[in-house]
Structures are given as C-alpha cells and as structure tokens.
C-alpha cells in the first residue's frame, strides 16, 4: 500500500510518484486547495489536494482528522518561505493524484498539543501513544532494548524465561497473588523478580544468563514505580564483583552511545555506602548538585547549645550542616518551607546560619542559634563546611539515619527548587552496602539487598556475632540520583545461607516452606556466581527525559494500581468465583 514513509520525501523524490500512507494529523482549506498533514510511525509530509480533480477534491472535503487514508502523487518543491525545516519532508509536498479513505475516525477526545490531564490521557490511551512524543519514546524504549540483546549475546549470554506463575516467596514488596483452580486453596504468586530461578539456573551449569523479565509488586507507586514493571536481569558464574562492573560500564557506554551519541567516562566513580550517606545522605546520590553535606559532630560535642551537642556525643547520632553557595538571600518564607520539609522527615526544626559577611563574625552572620554557640566553635564550623560570603548553612542534629535523610532530602530539594542542577549525565556506583539493617517497627534483621547476598565475611560465626556490623559484596548503579538497578555476589554455599536466614528469624520450618526447593539445588553443587538487575523502564524514563516511566510504557498503571483503558482490576462472575474455590467479601459495596 505504500512506497516509501512519509520522512523518506526528499527533494531526490520530486516529479516521481510516490504511494504513502498514514494518519491526517491536520486538514487546512486555503480557499479551495486543501493541505493535509499526513502522519506515520516515520514523520510527516505535506499534501495538496487540487480543486481539478473533482473526485479526489470531493474525497478530501470529507477527510477529518485522524482519518487512515493512502494516497499516490508527485512530490515537488514548497514555494519559498513556505518551508518546515523541522522535518526531513519540510522542503516539498506531494500533489495527490488518488487518494482513498482507508477508516474513519471520531473527533478526537483531545488534541496532542493540549495540557491534557494524565487521566484522561490513560483512559483514551490508544489515541495518546500517537502522540509523536511517545511514540519517540516507545521506539527508542525498542532501540535500546535490541542493543541489550545485541551487547548480551555478543558476550555469550543466553536469554533464558523464567516462570511467571511461582510461588510466594518474601523479598520485601506484598506478592500478587493468583488462585488455583486445580489446587483450590492454593496460589500462585506472579514474580517480583526471577531472583532464585536465574541462581539454580547457575547452579544448572547455564554461565551466562539474561531476560528481559516482566515483575510484579503489589506496592505503593510513585513517579518511577508501577505495579508490573519490565526488569534487565543477568546472572554470571565463575566472576567477582569487578567482572560484573566491568561489564555493565561497557553496556551503558554502549546505549548513551548509540542512543543519544553520549560518551560516558569510564570507568564510572565508586564510592562505598558509609561514604555515600556521609557525604549525600542517600545511596543514590545526584552528582549534579554542586554541594554536599558535612559531619560537624567533632566541633560541636563540647559546645554550650545541646540541640548540637548532645547527639554529637551519642552513638549512631551526628550532627550535620549543609552549606549552599550563594543562597542567603533566601526568604522567610523559603526557609519556612524547608523548615516544614525537615519536620516532615522526622526533625524537630531546621537550625541555618545566614553569612552575609563572614569575615565579621560579630555582624556579618544571621541566625537565632548564634547566641548559644561560642564564637571559636562558629569559626570552625565556617572552615569545615568552606562557607563564603553570600552562603547558608542549614544543620541537622540527630540518629544518623535520620539526620542523612533530612539534609539529603533538603540537599535535592533546593537544588530542583532553585535550578542549581548542572547538565550532565552524572553515573555513580555504590559499593559495599551493609548485609542487615534493623526495622524501625518490628526490631527485626532485614536484609539491606536480599538474603542470597554474600556476605563479607571471614567466617559463618559472624552473621551471628557481628550481623549489624558486616558489610556485603553488593552495588548499585545510580544516574542523575536515580536508583537504575542493583545486584550483588550471591551465596553459593548452602551452610551460609541457612546462617543468613537464621539471623532473619526464619525457623527450619520456615525456610523449609518459603525456600526448601532452593536450598535443595544448592545442596548439589554452586557455582560462584553474581548478577545484576536494573529497571528498564527507569532507564527509558531517564534517557527521554520524561517524567514518570508511565510515559515509556505503551499501557500503564495509573497511581491506583488500575487501569484506565481497560478498567482493570475488576469484578469476576460467580460462576468464575465458585471455579476457584474462594469467597468475596462484599462489605465494602463500593
């Protein structure tokens, strides 16, 4: 049905004729010639339509937008000025000769170029993807994709499905969960990763593993999450930690490469988890963001003001300042709000210090804790964080954990609020995470990866011994602060890993039914083994600089786990009901 597409209409084409077909993306009447923007998956291209050609002319009068039609003409030259550079056709328009209505098509629901609420953008979603925008995202979400597979299978990785109906495992998100008919009373659960399957597939003798896998978390969604969510997953026996680095530098230097003609340097600067919190509060920090926090707690411990110098002296406390050039002349206002900021983040206030003149320490600073800190400790403080005139300094007193969180939080906040962000693509790896954290609410151990991560240590004795102290052989890879994906060195030795899960709390009892058929395989044999996941459609988000992966998945979720196309989830017959073997509880009607 056609020759050639629509960004394929070059000057070369002029006085040849030509077969395109497409989407009319606008219909214009010049006083009785007719212009028609044609769309394809490709681009754009102008058409005329004559008033000498009755039947096409009469044709064309009907034509609507978004109307499939498929025309023949002959391009020529667009009257000077009337050229679009903006496109690879914007120098000529093709003269129609016939032309055909190949489906019809309503009014629209929205124009493209509106500020159309997401809503509605989900619930018509067919029309939105063609959009020219998605439609550049979703091809290059494609691009991407082949060159994954391309870099995999060109280092001997094969591409390996993992099953999809499993069973319920913890790995710290609520599984969805899919009744049984055959085995009623039982479930299955849909994967939140193929973690254990691409491990016994190590152990299976299969070296090199990759999938481009599709996961399931029943969590709360924000911006960069969705219930169901497309996962890069590789796995490699016989490597340590640098091998697996290594080869996902190369990878991503591949993609920006080719994608967006963007050479990263390599290699990629890493830093440890402790240094990362120390300096950025977070273990995903934006190297974009020009300043960084500092531990003062070593100047403050003796200090007359004990907001400072009471957790300064505490273990597992600190006090922190953060210091932003330029930035005294912040408002009132502005300081209320990052005030309002820190209290929601677990502070009881925000202590700042403004240096207008530093190098008069009696006048030249402003703040209402200057009357309760000695004039030498304040002069320490200016040194350490490298204030200058013009600077303010905002502190954090406190746990660690949360004195990082509030002036991490504060740190990316001033930096998007006041357009402090440099123009770069800034890649980061974080090394050496600890293996447990303690939960806040139950006291309990809980792995900071997952419980198949290696621990580094020097005997099993110190899971027991030692749990809150050892560190793990794990990495994240971190762009412009966004989290892109982690992995780890996995246990390969079945005694381990029981210790792992006894330090968790899991009895035999426990670990034989959440984990026996894994803990099987590893009895035969293990390989040294690791890998590395990373979300694919955070990857797109970032590299088409959207908002939301929404944008780079062809049918998403909405922020209640629903969608809006197909009014999913919704209600089963009873028939489909009593086939499973279950009960719906109808209290809540609506």
Not at 58 to 83: T, W, Y
Not at 199 to 225: N, P, S, T, V
Not at 551 to 561: G, L, N
Request: charged content about 30%; proline content about 4%; overall charge neutral.
């Amino acid at each position: 049905m056609r020759t050639h597409y629509c960004n394929e209409i070059d000057e070369t084409f002029i006085d040849k004729k030509i077969k395109v077909c497409g989407w009319v993306n606008k219909v214009r009447d010049h006083g009785g010639v007719i212009f028609i923007d044609l769309r394809d998956i490709k681009g754009l291209l102008q058409l005329v339509v004559n008033p000498d050609s009755k039947n096409v002319f009469n044709i064309a009068e009907s034509i609507r937008n978004e109307f499939i039609i498929s025309i023949e003409g002959i391009p020529r030259k667009r009257p000077e000025g009337s050229e679009n550079e903006k496109i690879c056709s914007g120098k000529v328009e093709v003269v129609v000769s016939e032309i055909s209505i190949l489906s019809k098509a309503e009014t629209p629901p929205f124009q493209f170029e509106d500020n159309v609420n997401e809503d509605i953008r989900l619930k018509y979603r067919v029309h939105d993807l063609k959009n020219r925008k998605m439609q550049e995202n979703l091809i290059t979400r494609g691009r991407v994709v082949t060159l994954i597979r391309n870099y995999l299978e060109k280092n001997e990785f094969l591409e390996i499905e993992t099953p999809i109906l499993t069973k319920a495992t913890p790995e710290g998100a609520r599984d969805y969960l899919v009744p049984s008919r055959v085995n009623q009373g039982s479930f299955f659960a849909l994967p939140q990763s193929p973690q254990l399957f691409k491990q016994m597939l190590m152990m299976a003798g299969y070296e090199k593993y990759y999938q481009i896998a599709k996961c399931f978390r029943d969590e709360d969604l924000r911006a960069d999450r969705q219930p169901e969510f497309t996962q890069l997953d590789i796995e490699m026996s016989f490597v340590n930690q640098e091998d697996i680095i290594i080869l996902i530098e190369k990878l991503f230097y591949t993609i920006f490469d080719k994608i967006l003609d963007i050479k990263i340097n390599l290699p990629i600067l890493r830093i440890s988890y402790e240094e990362s919190m120390e300096r950025f509060g977070t273990d995903r920090p934006d190297l974009r963001i020009p300043f960084e926090l500092c531990t003062i707690s070593n100047i403050v411990k003796d200090c007359g003001f004990k907001v400072f110098s009471k957790p300064a002296k505490e273990q597992n406390h600190k006090v922190s300042a953060l210091c932003i050039p330029s930035a005294a002349n912040l408002s009132r206002k502005d300081i209320d709000e990052y005030t309002d900021f820190a209290i929601s983040k677990g502070s009881q206030g925000l202590a700042y210090i403004k240096c207008n003149d530093i190098s008069d320490l009696e006048k030249g600073l402003q703040s209402p804790i200057l009357k309760f800190i000695d004039i030498k400790i304040i002069k320490k403080i200016l040194s350490k964080v490298g204030a200058k005139n013009g600077d303010i300094i905002f502190f954090s007193a406190g746990p660690s954990d949360i004195a990082n969180n509030i002036l991490g939080g504060l740190r990316e906040k001033i930096a998007n609020d006041k357009n402090l962000l440099s123009k770069s693509w800034e890649f980061i790896w974080i090394t050496d995470f600890p293996m447990f954290e303690r939960d806040q609410e139950s006291k309990k151990l809980k792995c900071l990866h997952h419980p198949f991560t290696m621990p580094n240590i020097k005997s099993n004795k110190d899971i027991q011994d030692k749990s809150e102290e050892i560190l793990s052989y794990s990495y994240d890879l971190v762009l412009n602060g966004t989290e892109l994906g982690g992995g780890s060195i996995r246990v390969n030795d079945k005694d381990t890993q029981n210790e792992i899960f006894k330090a968790l709390g899991l009895n035999d009892n426990e670990v034989e039914e959440k984990f026996g058929f894994f803990i099987n395989a590893l009895k035969y044999g293990c390989p040294p083994h690791g890998g590395i996941a990373f979300g694919l459609d955070r990857i797109i988000m970032l590299i088409t600089e959207s908002k939301s992966i929404r944008d780079v998945i062809a049918f998403p979720k909405t922020q209640t786990a629903s969608c809006s196309l197909t009014d999913a989830p919704s209600v089963i017959n009873k028939d489909q009901v009593n086939e499973l073997g279950i009960k719906i509880n109808n209290k809540d009607k609506k």
